[in-house]
């Protein structure tokens, strides 16, 4: 287990911004911290087509709320959409990939070299 990850929850009509992030997270990641991308299983082809190249491990919307033992998928697919992805980015940490995770809107982007040291401390605390 990683002890930091990146993740995004995203949607198609975000792919360009996410792209965009993605690629400053390849040029920038100066330890290789992996990068997740979620995004509703409907859309994963479309997202493999412009990701593949840039390191990032897409993940479904649905494989995270499975994890989650009281989550009720079709509960959530019911709300609107703004509640809905908080729901699968504060379940994330259910899928026991790192012991902690940095969730990241789609329309940032790193501007500099950055590694473990950015987010936590060297005992391993989260910065808030």
Known sequence: ???LALYCKSYSTDLRRVVRLALSIQRLNAEQLPFYVS??????PLFREHL???GVELL???DIL???PRINAARVARMPGSVAQQVVKSE???LNLSK???C???????????????????????YT
């Open 1 to 3: 287990m990683k002890a």
């Open 60 to 62: 479904a919307d649905e």
């Open 39 to 44: 995004v509703p299983q409907a859309e994963l």
């Open 104 to 126: 990241l809107d789609s329309d940032a982007l790193f501007i500099r070299p950055f590694g473990l040291a950015d987010f936590m401390t060297p005992d391993g605390t989260p």
């Open 66 to 68: 499975r994890a989650s």
């Open 52 to 54: 593949s190249t840039l």
């Open 100 to 102: 902690a995770y940095v």
């Open 92 to 94: 994330f940490w259910r």
